[in-house]
């Protein structure tokens, strides 16, 4: 059995659509306001200077808003744009402009795993505080008392060996006693080659016979 899980967000514990039609238009549609309105306090300040040292040029502000909407479109996964929109999603949280989505199944496994005492970890490419803030203000309430741990790219790319490492390393467990929990074959590939076991969910496709990593359903199939 294993001693403690890793969950993937998007597509795992949380559908894809909840991501795509409500948190990322959300974040696109008031970023430039945001930005230009807080950009002198010190969180926001330290994301627009990592913007200016990725990039390696003087920016103005309007360029830097410019940027940030460029990365958005194409969905990249840059940690400073992450951490700002998470700044973002939780004014709409605390607005009760949304609720954090889970699958029911998710929601009720991840309850009794705890209560079962395994340790419980997200690794996601939204920032720490935009997984703290989905599972502060999920449908099914508040669920943070769940988890042990949260990581996020500043960890390590989540395509990356390394990044699992450094999990297991943080968790103080050896790779093989950690399960993760992911909807993306190359995050599965990188956990397996760390030593961790996996689970692929297949939530709406087909289920693929032979495929590389153990395929699921639901949270439901999971053998711990």
């Known amino acids: 059995m294993s001693k403690a899980i890793v969950t993937d967000i998007e597509g795992t514990t949380t559908a894809l659509s909840f991501v795509k039609d409500v948190l990322f238009p959300y974040a696109r549609e008031r970023l430039a306001d945001f930005v230009r309105r807080h950009q002198h306090q010190p969180a926001v300040r330290e994301q627009l200077h ?16 410019a940027q940030l909407l460029r990365w958005i479109d194409e969905d990249k996964k840059i940690t400073p744009l992450k951490s700002l929109q998470g700044m973002i999603w939780e004014e709409g949280y605390r607005r009760g402009d949304f609720t954090g989505h889970l699958y029911e199944d998710a929601a009720r496994k991840l309850k009794q795993w705890h209560g079962q005492g395994l340790r419980l970890y997200v690794f996601s490419s939204g920032s720490v505080q935009a997984q703290r803030l989905l599972f ?40 093989s ?40 359903r639901s949270f439901d199939e999971i053998a711990v």
């Not at 990592?50 to 920016?59: F, G, I, K, T, Y």
């Not at 769940?146 to 960890?155: Q, S």
């Not at 060996?161 to 050896?174: D, M, N, P, S, V």
């Open 50 to 65: 990592a913007v200016h040292s990725m990039l390696e040029q003087d920016l103005s502000i309007d360029d830097i808003v």
């Open 177 to 216: 006693e950690i399960l993760f929990l992911s909807d993306i074959k190359e995050e599965l590939d990188a956990a397996r080659d760390a030593g961790f076991k996996t689970a692929w969910l297949v939530r709406e496709a087909e289920l693929t016979p032979h495929a590389a990593h153990h395929q699921v």
């Open 136 to 175: 502060g203000h999920s449908d099914y309430g508040d669920l943070t008392h769940l988890f042990n741990g949260y990581f996020d790219t500043h960890i390590g790319g989540k395509r990356e060996a390394e990044a699992y490492f450094k999990i297991a390393a943080e968790a103080r467990l050896a790779p």
